[in-house]
């Protein structure tokens, strides 16, 4: 039964979870066990459970006789349905996913005709598919309906509280009123509710660790506290960004009143303590900015010469903040809209320093004041801990993806099922990305 606090989303965009029961009722639809001693420690899920609990199969897995699937989300149809009135809800924005159990394991399976057009999701896949594989697992039911939200958006607001779709779905951030304060939290999910949409791994450090790119610095093997050791860095906090923001939250705001713009204008303030400015004019600001205000661009690998780097909200989240804790320099976190999936384990003032645009320049002054050296450094060293253990394996990155399938599938249940009896997906194939 779909919660009346759901009502005005279904009526409007129409339920996207379908479940066909052929045995006449329905079936949930779970996980069963991910065997993983890493997984012993990890916290519950919103219904109580934690990732690598037993589950009891009451229910034989039941396949037609066409070796279909029970359980299919309609999206194509709907998705088109709605575009017309939102191209936000496209499958440009969108894909379509279904993790079937098949008699070789379960797999992941897509769209033919979306197989060109998944964008960021494929590394989602990519991540699901290794987790698969390292913690063999599948579902009670035949198939996990499978929802990505795969561009910048996650159709939240957190100003007005309102979430776009009404519907469960993966995207690469949450808002920041969604994440826990700390991992110590039994419920990642519980601290807001008005927003369905799930946090993934980072595909940005996915990519990097896939690719051994030098986007992840290394403080450990990369010899960066000999080639930038803190005695010798300079006494300043820096950043450097393009014009972007929020549309959402600031598109109305003239450039400069977006939060990035208050960040330059604090380091025209006081340029003895922040260098920021940006490299780069984009998005409607292109047209009216002087290219006169741009600064130099500034690697990340030459960042590491400050000691400290501030890192702030674009178009939404910060997708370089978790490789800039790789840095052996402080990293100040302007605070957030947005998050991704590592908020809830990362420790203000334990792996990063917080401020607000209101109070950065007394935060940069704390940093650079020698009696606190030891403070900081014992950040640095935090944050570079974290670092090697969640962004240097491939295996944390599959941990956290099945993390995120566990979460979702919590959201699925509590949002509901509805019983629809049209024809399922015949075009069906294994996301080979």
Known sequence: MVSPRKVGGISTYVSLIVLYATAGRHLLFRLIRIPSPLLETRQRTSTGRTLNEKRLVDEPMIDDEHGRNDFIVHFDEILSRNQESNNHTSAEHFAALILRADRAGPRVYCRRTQMKSLSRGKYFVQMLRQGLKQYPTRPIANAIPILIKHDDSNGCYPVTHNDKYGFPRLSWSIPASMAIDSPQEDDPSSSSTWCDAISMPSYKMWKDVHKKKEGIPNSRTNNTNTLYPWSEKIPKAVWRGSTTCNNGMYGHLPLSDIPRSRLVKSSLERPDLIDAGFHKLVGKYAKVAPRSILKEPIPLSEMMKYKAIIDIDGN??????????????????????????????????????????????????????????GIMREIVKKANEWCQLNLRRKESFAIKAMHALEMYRDSLERYGVVSWESPVFDDMVECDV
């Open 316 to 373: 939404n989240w910060s997708a370089r903040f978790p490789s800039l804790l790789c840095t052996n320099s402080i990293i100040i976190k302007i605070t957030p809209d947005f998050v991704d999936q590592y908020a809830h384990e990362l420790v203000p003032n334990v792996h990063y320093v917080p401020s607000s645009l209101d109070n950065l320049t007394q935060v940069v002054e704390y940093i650079l004041d020698s009696r606190n050296d």
